[in-house]
């Protein structure tokens, strides 16, 4: 638990986050959309403890490291990723599910005076479905996608847009480098899930924090804002 000095920081402070790998585990429901894609096209079926290396930057660079990854050319890659997005689309939360702790801790979050946006560079449309189906909409103030911003991570903007204005304190909770690039690009700091989708190891990344709990992140923003001030 934090003391009341701690909690107070929270309050109108502006948090964003990433949704693959960090709030939702969209592994299965990914990988289930991937092999339906590339196994027509000759490919072997990628396993889903590799999918979790090749998320993190959309649906093109997911379907092109799938490619790439069998030493395959990628292909009509427009007409592909259509197919993924349909696929996906059909049944975005089948097996999707947040990750612990994640509820109570936005509960927690918002409960503080904290505005809480979604960071992704998962298309908006799909965002907005999976976590609609996930019943954790009332969570955030913006759910921000690439088509959503003027320049999706790791740019600052894509971090910038998400987070809004007017907010005390500012941080991007993430899994991955895009992550930690577009916060560091922000001047915001940064805390990385160890859990999440990575092709780097987490405590490789540079983030400000790496932790292994959901629950574990108002502690580790606390520490974070306690340090800059």
């Known amino acids: 638990m934090l003391d009341s000095r701690d909690?107070?920081?929270?309050?109108?402070?502006?948090?964003?986050?990433?949704?693959?790998?960090?709030?939702?585990?969209?592994?299965?429901?990914?990988l289930r959309a991937l092999n339906a894609v590339i196994l027509p096209r000759g490919l072997a079926a990628v396993e889903l403890h590799a999918v979790r290396a090749m998320v993190g930057r959309g649906a093109r660079a997911l379907l092109e490291r799938a490619h790439a990854s069998q030493g395959r050319a990628f292909e009509n890659a427009d007409q592909a990723v259509a197919e993924f997005i349909e696929i996906y689309r059909q049944d975005v939360a089948a097996h999707s599910r947040a990750f612990d702790g994640v509820e109570a801790t936005l509960g927690w979050l918002r409960s503080q005076g904290s505005r809480l946006s979604v960071?992704?560079?998962?298309?908006?449309?799909?965002?907005?479905?999976?976590?609609?189906?996930?019943?954790?909409?009332?969570?955030?103030?913006?759910?921000?996608?690439?088509?959503?911003?003027?320049?999706?991570?790791?740019?600052?903007?894509?971090?910038?847009?998400?987070?809004?204005?007017?907010?005390?304190r500012a941080a991007l909770v993430g899994d991955s480098?895009?992550?930690?690039?577009?916060?560091?690009?922000?001047?915001?700091?940064?805390?990385?899930?160890?859990?999440?989708?990575?092709?780097?190891?987490?405590?490789?990344?540079?983030?400000?924090?790496?932790?292994h709990a959901f629950s574990d992140v108002p502690l580790a923003l606390a520490e974070l804002w306690r340090a800059t001030t």
């Open 7 to 30: 909690a107070a920081l929270f309050a109108d402070a502006a948090i964003a986050f990433d949704l693959d790998g960090t709030l939702v585990d969209t592994a299965p429901d990914l």
């Open 119 to 168: 960071c992704t560079n998962k298309p908006s449309v799909l965002s907005d479905m999976l976590i609609g189906e996930l019943g954790l909409s009332g969570y955030f103030d913006r759910i921000i996608g690439p088509e959503r911003t003027r320049a999706k991570k790791p740019a600052a903007d894509h971090l910038l847009d998400a987070l809004g204005d007017g907010y005390s």
């Open 177 to 211: 480098e895009p992550d930690v690039a577009s916060a560091a690009a922000a001047g915001l700091p940064s805390i990385v899930m160890s859990y999440g989708y990575s092709e780097r190891p987490a405590d490789s990344l540079g983030a400000g924090r790496v932790i």
